[in-house]
């Protein structure tokens, strides 16, 4: 299918069956103490509290990039809101993401001299995505990325400083935020939460939806003073949506039971970098109250972890930034085994088929210039990055061939010379340098569970649909809760860009709803 006709085809109801699955009426998820679901398209009536202990118009679950955004565009449209977050700390995995945005056309790139636009973006979404991606929501992302990031910027304060690349990218389109971390966003959304009157409640967690007698949902039951992980911990409370409830609540990486019943091959042996509470209850409430769910078996992997630290670490934030800049080898062998500048699942699955850690290296040059330095310095004091002398420190330092690595050095800089790599196909980029400069930097490369691409099916508008095709009444959701937007893979730096993006959305268009009660 050409790319140009992709956004034309509509998602038919063929095409939606094919795609579409409850994850709720899997029979795995018993192990996860999930009740099934009876597989109706729409929830039974709940027997509603007699006396609910809170009441808001818009509450919102989850405290990341999207449940914020959500949050702050709800009260903003005139709303009373409430955001509820299971953990005694804001953020989830949006405050320790690698603070890179996604966006096109912007300021920060023409002063670099890169020309971008909406329309290449989606293209390059749609491509890593193997053309799965729902393409009206992938278009909603690419046209409403600019603005989301001049938001941050001129509503939230929030500063951008170097523009990055991530691989699947056609152009450098990442904004790197000025701390190289996510938590420069979130911070910021919090307190601009908090100013305007968005009450935030940590440790309280969502424990299911309840909906009137025409499937509408009309508030929840909540465990308040929860304590992760304990499910035994918490009074229980029951709180009042008046007009809607949005999702912000983030993926299922952590949960090792949910993730493998849809990949068996993601067991424990496998880490991941997402924080411990990314395990998935909120979506599962709602699919047990009619919502359907998508491609929840697209996983994605991280390639630029390192098996010598626990969760996201430092390397990736060695990793990323050298791609273009550096090589990447088999240290069985000291040769590139696949282009380093391929997309995330590509790495991935070429590192996995290897069936052992790669490395990753750069010059002096080349790390100054990339790498922000309290990562380097991070990872050089952990030991997962390391600093030699020579080419030969670093190839008997991983078991190389040394020769054969040293080889294959040689041809990486004659690549970079002429800025084409003849062998894999890898961007080099036009201020990229030979590997010459001493000392050279070093990390060894083992995926980890990153990214659930699968979640709620929602539209344009970020409603959340059942297996009816209509909208679950009074449901919005955001970000990595949702399926859909990226299809087999997302890029690096689209997950701010998405979560933003539909997180306002949400809570512009839920302010909107006419109040049940």
Not at 244 to 265: C, E, K, T, W
Not at 373 to 388: C, Q, S, T, V, Y
Not at 412 to 418: H, I, L, T
Request: hydrophobic letters at 40%; one cysteine or more; charged letters at 25%.
């Amino acid at each position: 299918m050409k790319e140009d006709d992709v956004e034309k085809k509509s998602i038919s109801r063929r095409n939606f069956l094919k795609t579409a699955g409850t994850t709720a009426a899997v029979a795995g998820l018993a192990a996860s103490g999930i009740p099934m679901m009876a597989g109706s398209a729409q929830a039974a009536c709940d027997e509603l509290p007699k006396k609910w202990d809170e009441t808001y118009e818009v509450v919102v679950v989850g405290s990341g990039f999207a449940g914020l955004a959500a949050a702050i565009e709800a009260k903003n449209a005139g709303a009373s809101v409430a955001l509820l977050e299971k953990m005694p700390v804001h953020g989830g995995n949006s405050v320790i993401n690698g603070g890179d945005f996604c966006a096109p056309g912007t300021k920060l790139q023409k002063e670099n001299g890169v020309e971008d636009s909406a329309d290449l973006l989606y293209k390059d979404m749609m491509r890593a995505g193997m053309y799965l991606n729902h393409p009206e929501l992938a278009r909603t992302v690419a046209d409403n990325a600019k603005d989301a990031l001049e938001w941050t910027e001129s509503y939230l304060g929030c500063r951008y400083t170097k523009l990055n690349f991530h691989g699947g990218h056609s152009v450098k389109r990442a904004h790197g935020t000025i701390n190289q971390s996510g938590s420069e966003v979130v911070n910021k959304e919090l307190a601009k939460a908090k100013e305007i009157g968005v009450k935030i409640m940590l440790r309280t967690k969502l424990v299911k939806f309840l909906s009137d007698k025409n499937g509408r949902i009309v508030g929840m039951e909540v465990l308040k003073g929860y304590r992760f992980p304990d499910d035994k911990t918490g009074k229980t409370a029951f709180i009042k949506a008046r007009k809607a409830v949005i999702l912000g609540s983030g993926g299922f990486s952590y949960d090792v039971a949910l993730r493998q019943v849809h990949d068996p091959r993601l067991t424990d042996k496998l880490g991941s970098t997402n924080h411990p509470g990314a395990t998935g209850e909120a979506l599962l409430a709602a699919c047990r109250s009619g919502a359907a769910d998508v491609q929840m078996d697209w996983i994605q992997l991280g390639p630029w972890t390192s098996p010598e630290e626990k969760g996201f670490g430092y390397v990736p934030l060695f990793c990323e930034p050298l791609v273009g800049y550096g090589l990447m080898v088999n240290p069985k062998t000291g040769k590139r085994f696949f282009k380093e500048t391929g997309n995330r699942k590509e790495r991935a699955d070429a590192i996995l088929l290897l069936g052992n850690p790669a490395v990753i290296m750069g010059d002096s040059y080349a790390v100054k210039k990339q790498v922000v330095p309290h990562a380097l310095k991070g990872g050089l004091e952990n030991g997962a990055i390391r600093k030699f002398d020579s080419l030969d420190d670093l190839a008997r330092a991983y078991d190389m061939p040394v020769g054969a690595f040293k080889e294959q050095v040689a041809r990486w800089n004659s690549f970079a010379e002429k800025r084409k790599d003849d062998d894999l196909g890898c961007m080099i980029f036009k201020d990229a340098k030979p590997t010459v400069e001493a000392p050279f930097y070093a990390a060894r490369l083992w995926p980890k569970v990153h990214h659930t691409m699968g979640g709620l099916v929602i539209n344009k508008d970020a409603q959340v649909m059942g297996f009816d095709f209509k909208p679950v009444k009074g449901l919005y959701a955001a970000g990595e809760v949702t399926g859909g937007v990226h299809g087999a893979v997302r890029l690096g730096s689209v997950a701010m860009a998405d979560c933003i993006v539909f997180g306002r959305i949400a809570g512009k268009n839920a302010a909107k709803e006419k109040a049940w009660s």
